[in-house]
């Protein structure tokens, strides 16, 4: 008995210490942008800094899910919300509260997220069979990889950072299936889940290397009924888990027509393969404006090449993981026939080198079974190698960082946030943002113009309006009108939205440009436009939050619980 407490009390203070561990490291990945005090112009900071900034407002008022986006986006009542998923940014929007500085605030939540993605990973690792030097390795690997580190920093693109949290978890769950650990299937849907809460064009490419993978390989696979038993059951539940963002967002694109997100050239956006190895080698986490070229790093090109000296030390597994690893780096290059699939649903990931992340993950995983391969014949020598690759790594992956934040185009002030100010500023503020076009209603699109200037129609006569923010509401000031004129306000007709007289409900309609049209029954010059969640809307919620608390209780053995009580 005293035996079994001893190894109870080693296995915790080992996790304390792998906790301690994360939990530093965590602090480095945010410590150098911490200390420039900024939000620098990253690819999609604007973006994603100004959703955290509307959630943190509707938080204000005690509501996590703004749809209708009063404060940002040009201030057009875009229903920015449903279109983007933002579950998983209410947590960085919730800890910025605890921070003088929002800048300072946003960097801790990212900080978060990535010591989530530590846990996570060594989670994984440890359930796949490795031992724990091989979890912290590749947990090390992963979590600051260069392409992770673009994502955070470099692009800004939460979406896509926020999923590569969750993206562990789906793997794991996919890999447990395949190899007839059916019960298993749990991980896959919390991993897709997570995915899909954070970015929808991540969780469109996780699902097609998914598919991809089981429809190769099922051939081979025994006990077939059992996995696609499971598979679909993985489906099913993902998806009622999501169904807290896929109902709102459905129930718009069957009420009218939106163009498809920022159709771009996917073939010309792609870079060519020794572009990829040359900037990898380099380790660089330049933005692609300043001539850099999106890549996974100098450690994982290292791995790949020790992939192939360790062949033939490895189970065919982790063979495939590592040819996984392979063919998504090659998707991100010119290699792949790009150009066949322009006209094609495959098109719509924008830009091949997000295939990247499935790339890290990969590699990462097979850097974590090769670190199992390597024996030294004496401890001196092991720790050395430890300590010289540790300092080759950091100081790799520190010193790319700072060559990030003195490049030019990312100090842009137009593009970037601040500590300073009254408390928090962006340098020359773009009151229009360049992406509202995508989920403007196709019918609308020829008035954007005048959405963006607040610029509608009193009987058919273009006037500028006054408009006001409040969580999840518009406040619109008409300056010339009269009792029972018809007016065309500076906003998309959407489903759901609602307009308000003070406290009473008026009857609007669509204009012929896909704009909301009313007649003021009184002179009162001010309407609110709000969203009004919908009953099938609540459903939804309803539906996904017992999904996600019975799949978190099924992870702690609540049935094993539920019978302790009951005896």
Known sequence: MIEINNLKIKKLLKNILFIIIYVILSVLFIYQMVKSGAINNGDDAYFHVERILEIRESLKVGNPLPYLYSYTNGRMGYPLGIFYPEITLIPIATISFLFKNIVTGIYVGIAGYTFLTFIIFHFVIKKIGMSNRAAVIGAILYTFSTYRTIDAFTRFAMGEYLAMTFLPLAFFGFYSILHGEYKEWKYLSIGMIGILLSHILSAFIVALCIAVIFLFLIYFLNEKLKIIKSMILSVIVSILGSLIFLVPFIEQ????????????????????????????????????????????????????????????????????????????????????????????????????????????????????KLSEQI???????????????????????????????????????????????????RGKFFNVNSNNDQYTPKITLGSLTDLQKHIGTVNGKKQKMVVKSKPNQQIIEIPNVNENEKVTLPISYYKNYEVYQGNKKINVDKSDDGRINLILDKINKKVSVRYHYSVIDKISYVISIVTWITLLLSLIGWTKLFKNKVG
């Not at 498809?260 to 393969?273: G, H, I, Q, S, Y």
């Not at 100098?298 to 189970?315: H, P």
């Open 253 to 368: 694109l069957m009420f009218q027509k939106y163009n498809r997100p920022a159709t771009v050239d996917v073939f010309e956006k792609v870079a060519n393969l020794d572009s990829l190895f040359t900037y990898g080698v380099n380790n660089s986490m330049i933005q692609i404006e300043s001539g850099g070229v999106y890549s996974v790093g100098i450690s994982l090109i290292l791995v790949m090449f020790a992939g192939v000296f360790y062949w033939k030390r490895v189970t065919n597994q982790d063979r495939l993981i590592y040819l996984i690893g392979i063919i998504n780096f090659i998707c991100a290059s010119k290699i792949f026939p790009w150009f066949l699939l322009q006209n094609t649903p495959v098109s719509v990931v924008q830009f091949p080198f997000r295939f990247l992340m499935i790339s890290t993950l990969c590699l990462s995983i097979y850097a974590a």
């Open 375 to 425: 024996k030294f014949t004496q401890d001196g020598y092991k720790y050395c190698s430890v300590l010289i690759l540790v300092i080759l790594f950091f100081g790799s992956w520190v010193s790319s960082v700072h060559t990030l934040l003195q490049t030019k185009y990312y100090q842009e002030s137009w593009g970037s946030y601040y500590n300073w100010g009254t408390p928090f500023s």
